[in-house]
């Protein structure tokens, strides 16, 4: 993709970045709260698995407290 004419590379990487522009920016949003709110800027424990328990922790928790506020504002 780099060799070619940069006209040409540019054009295919801005349609390549306007196709998944909008699910980029809902799923940033998420990693950003987790990292804001729920402690993920280190990890607690040392290993793979039990940074992924803690991700598994966080992302249930972000999700309990999602659905309180959606059940909040529907009643």
């Given at each position: 993709?780099?060799?070619?004419?940069?006209?040409?590379?540019?054009?295919?990487?801005?349609?390549?970045?306007?196709?998944?522009?909008?699910?980029?920016?809902?799923?940033?949003?998420?990693?950003?709260?987790?990292?804001?709110?729920?402690?993920?800027?280190?990890?607690?424990?040392?290993?793979?698995?039990?940074?992924?328990?803690?991700?598994h922790v966080t992302a249930?928790?972000?999700?309990?407290?999602?659905?309180?506020?959606?059940?909040?504002?529907?009643?």
């Amino acid at each position: 993709m780099w060799g070619r004419d940069e006209q040409e590379t540019l054009a295919q990487l801005k349609a390549w970045n306007d196709d998944v522009h909008r699910t980029r920016g809902r799923i940033e949003k998420i990693f950003g709260t987790w990292k804001r709110s729920y402690g993920l800027r280190r990890m607690r424990w040392r290993g793979l698995a039990k940074a992924a328990i803690q991700i598994h922790v966080t992302a249930i928790a972000y999700n309990l407290r999602r659905t309180l506020n959606i059940l909040a504002v529907a009643a």
